[in-house]
């Protein structure tokens, strides 16, 4: 079965820093990966996904993210963060059985004036 | 070309009462999937539909909750009995046949029972 991890439950930056939220998977088989945004009180947003094309994949709002299939990882990153930025975000995971995603327990996002 | 409609966005209910959510999928999109998210957690998988069928409901408690996706009309998704612990954000998402290019999700139901 299929896992996610998301280190951090929360994390905090300066505007204008770089962004990383970790992202460890777990699959049997080789898996597609997406990251949503979900800003308050509203529903999940596809940022971007990674479909076993180019293993750098880039997404909206400068975010982009990196499978590296040694390290079973698909951090997200920015390099400069905005105010805007701050939202929950959530990994999640699709084997090839395109039933269900399983998602991560997500991390919140602060980003400090 | 509306998004994944959810109603209602809040829903407030009394212990013992029923909920029903509904979700009409985008246009095009065949496939439909219910995810509960309790308070501070992550997205759980409740529930797969294609019309008229439940291709996967796993993730369904044994009792008390129910989906179906007609031929006409939108999915729901009904609570029966409700109790304080059903209280949570339920989300729709639909994709089209395949389904593993990423799903578009609803803006939610907030259920919450009193």
């Known amino acids: 079965a299929q896992s996610v991890t998301q280190l951090g439950s929360h994390v905090s930056v300066s505007e204008g820093a770089l962004v990383l939220l970790r992202c460890n998977y777990s699959?049997?088989?080789?898996?597609?990966l997406f990251w949503y945004v979900q800003y308050p009180n509203q529903g999940l947003q596809l940022l971007l996904k990674?479909?076993?094309?180019?293993?750098l994949v880039k997404g909206i709002n400068g975010f982009e993210a990196e499978f590296k299939k040694s390290e079973t990882s698909f951090h997200l990153t920015k390099p400069s963060a905005h105010m805007s930025d701050a939202a929950e975000y959530f990994c999640?995971?699709?084997?090839?059985?395109?039933?269900?995603?399983?998602f991560g327990g997500g991390t919140r996002l602060m980003v400090k004036p | 070309n509306a998004g994944v409609m959810q109603n209602p966005r809040h829903l407030v209910r009394r212990r013992g009462q029923e909920a029903r959510l509904r979700c009409s999928p985008m246009?095009?999109?065949?496939?439909v999937y219910w995810y509960r998210q309790l308070p501070e957690e992550g997205l759980k998988f409740m529930v797969y539909?294609?019309?008229?069928?439940?291709?996967?409901e796993s993730g369904m408690p044994k009792e008390r909750f129910s989906a179906e996706f007609p031929k006409e009309g939108p999915s729901i998704l009904r609570i029966q009995q409700v109790v304080r612990g059903d209280s949570a954000a339920y989300f729709c998402?639909?994709?089209?046949?395949?389904?593993?290019?990423?799903?578009?999700f609803g803006s939610g139901t907030r259920l919450t029972v009193v």
């Open positions: 998402a639909s994709s089209p046949p395949g389904g593993r290019y990423g799903y578009t």
């Open positions: 699959s049997s088989v080789p898996p597609y």
């Open positions: 990674y479909t076993s094309a180019a293993t």
């Open positions: 999640a995971v699709d084997t090839n059985a395109g039933n269900m995603l399983t």
């Open positions: 246009k095009g999109h065949s496939h």
């Open positions: 539909l294609q019309k008229e069928n439940i291709i996967d």
